[in-house]
């Protein structure tokens, strides 16, 4: 097979795009033909992803192995130191939990006992103790308002009287 189409191969399967047959091709083409350099670690890679009994023992040395076997062991004590810190958190949630229930309940009966108290309407007050003072101060406040809806009429009528004279000349542009 021509390094252009195991490069070609090789990009399809990169992309996910190849078949069975095309895989196959591939592997034989990497078992039985030799490729250039730059092809080197993808044939490694293939052959070792599709014909692991074809890879040399070498390749995985015995101190990897010793490593990914330290790996392991400091990871499950991590794992298990981690499960006993969250028993501790665990208690703390649940002291936490019956704690907030308590202040629920007492805010509750808190609220219940003292229902009668917000439920009353407040009592009015007199702001004056002289009739005659609160007499004069409500006149005023009647005038004021008096004046005020006054004026307020007087600026309708004459707004109508504006809104009419602009209907009456639309209606004689209109008859035109």
Not at 48 to 76: H, N, T, Y
Request: hydrophobic share 35%.
């Amino acid at each position: 097979m021509k390094v252009e189409e195991i490069e070609r191969l090789l990009a399809e399967f990169y992309n996910g795009n190849t078949d069975e047959q095309e895989e196959e091709l591939l592997k034989e083409a990497f078992k039985t033909e030799e490729v250039p350099g730059y092809l080197q670690k993808d044939k490694k890679l293939f052959l070792c992803l599709f014909s692991p009994e074809d890879v040399e023992e070498d390749s995985v040395s015995g101190e990897l192995e010793d490593k990914l076997s330290r790996l392991i062991e400091r990871k499950a004590e991590e794992e298990q130191s981690f499960f006993r810190r969250n028993k501790a958190r665990r208690n703390w949630r649940w002291i936490g939990g019956v704690a907030a229930t308590v202040m629920l309940l007492l805010g509750v009966g808190y609220a219940i006992s003292n229902r009668g108290e917000y439920m009353r309407p407040p009592t009015p007050q007199d702001t004056f103790s002289d009739p005659e003072a609160a007499y004069k101060v409500l006149q005023a406040t009647l005038i004021e308002v008096s004046t005020n809806l006054n004026k307020g009429i007087k600026q309708v009528e004459a707004t109508q009287k504006d809104v009419s004279m602009a209907n009456q000349e639309v209606r004689n542009e209109i008859q035109r």
